[in-house]
Structure formats: C-alpha cells, structure tokens
C-alpha cells in the first residue's frame, strides 16, 4: 500500500447504527486529518491530529469521535448521526505545515 | 470569518487554450497556498503549493502569488480534456493556526475538445 488509504470506501447506515472509518498512512508523515465534503460545499476540517495528540477539534458535534492510535492510523467513530451527515468523508496526513496528501475517501449515506 | 473566494465555473476552455483560475483570500498573514484538482467523485489531488510571491512553474501549470493583493492564480496551458475537474485552492494561516487549511469551494473548468 502506498500514500493514503481509507476503508470503507463506501458506507450505508441507518441512524440508530455504530460504525467507524478507518484512515491510514504509508508516507512516514505526523499529521493527520478529518474532512467532510459535501456537496456544492468547501471542504469542512473536523479534526487535526498533530504525533497523535487531537490539536483542533473545528465545533464537530459529538456523534463523530476521531482516535489516532499512532502517528499512522487514524479512526472516526460514527454514532446516531443524521441524515446530513451524508457526505464523503476524507483523510489526509501531511509532514508539519506541508502539503496534506488526501485519501481517496468514504462515501457515507445515513438513512 | 476567514474565507477563500473562488469563481465556481464553469469554466468552459477550448483544447490547447490557456485556463486561468483566481483565488482570493481575507488572512492578510496566510503563508502556504496549495491548488488541487479534483475529479467527480474522487479525492482532491495536491498539483501545485506556492509560499512566495511571484511564480512557479511546474510542467503545463504556472502558480502565482501576490500576497500584497491577496490572491493567488493558476494558469494550466495546452489545456486537455483530462484537466476538466474542479480545482480547489487552499490556503494555510499562520503557525498557530497549524494544519488549518481554508479551501475555496472550487472552480469547475471544461475542457472542450
């Protein structure tokens, strides 16, 4: 595997359902991120994890909960989320303030 | 409130034609500003980042930076259908504000044969 990858890449979920997305990076970085795109909206940042300690958490509410095990992984715990949380999902990671290198996302559609 | 102005297109360029695209952005201390090309679909592909004013040229794309007007541009030439995607500039503030890229809601180009 290589840059950064994400699983599922697809996710359908009912609202009462606990589900988690998985992130991982193979480019030795320490940072990483959690992103929401919607549709016809900029990229929202969610959650920036900098050696594995959470340092922005951008008003997210609680039902999304971020966890970085190591410098390498990174998870977002889903539970009873809403119908507009439907969105894709993206991770990135990126080597202090440099470039972030993006996954290629979970698309995730609460029903 | 931070912001990242973009034109959202679409931006229609004839093949082999020269694409502009224009970004504004209201932090007068951003220091970083990276463009990516996004395909429906998939996830933003980083092309160009830029931390200094004046140009950078990297293949068919030219990145410019005025940080006195607060913008940035990119210019992608001998434009092909492969460049139609929607481009998203993303500009990052000053170090306390680290890892916080703003991006703009992008702009679609069309490359029409």
């Known amino acids: 595997e290589t840059g950064v990858t994400q699983t599922p890449r697809h996710l359908v979920m009912g609202m009462t359902n606990k589900k988690s997305l998985k992130c991982e990076q193979h480019?030795?970085?320490?940072?990483m991120y959690w992103y929401k795109q919607s549709a016809k909206k900029p990229l929202e940042l969610m959650f920036v994890?900098?050696?594995?300690?959470?340092?922005e958490n951008n008003s997210v509410p609680s039902r999304f909960s971020p966890e970085c095990p190591n410098s390498s992984h990174l998870f977002l715990h889903l539970h009873t989320l809403q119908p507009e949380d439907s969105a894709l999902y993206l991770c990135?990671?990126?080597?202090?303030?440099?470039?972030?290198?993006f996954g290629p996302g979970t698309r995730l559609t609460v029903l | 409130q931070k912001e990242v102005e973009q034109n959202s297109g679409p931006l229609s360029v004839p093949e082999g034609a020269i694409a502009s695209l224009n970004c504004t952005y209201s932090?007068?201390?951003?220091?970083?500003f990276f463009w990516y090309r996004q395909y429906s679909g998939k996830s933003p592909e980083l092309i160009m980042s830029?931390?200094?004013?004046g140009d950078k040229e990297d293949g068919r794309f030219t990145a410019q930076l005025n940080k006195a007007s607060q913008y940035v541009s990119l210019l992608i030439r001998d434009s092909q259908p492969s460049d139609s995607a929607t481009y998203l500039c993303?500009?990052?503030?000053?170090?306390?504000?680290?890892?916080?890229?703003?991006f703009g809601a992008g702009t679609q180009v069309v490359v029409t044969p």
């Open positions: 480019l030795g970085h320490n940072a």
């Open positions: 830029i931390y200094s004013n």
């Open positions: 932090d007068r201390v951003s220091q970083s």
């Open positions: 994890y900098n050696f594995k300690e959470q340092t």
């Open positions: 993303a500009v990052n503030g000053e170090t306390d504000s680290w890892g916080k890229l703003q």
């Open positions: 990135a990671s990126s080597q202090g303030y440099n470039e972030q290198f």
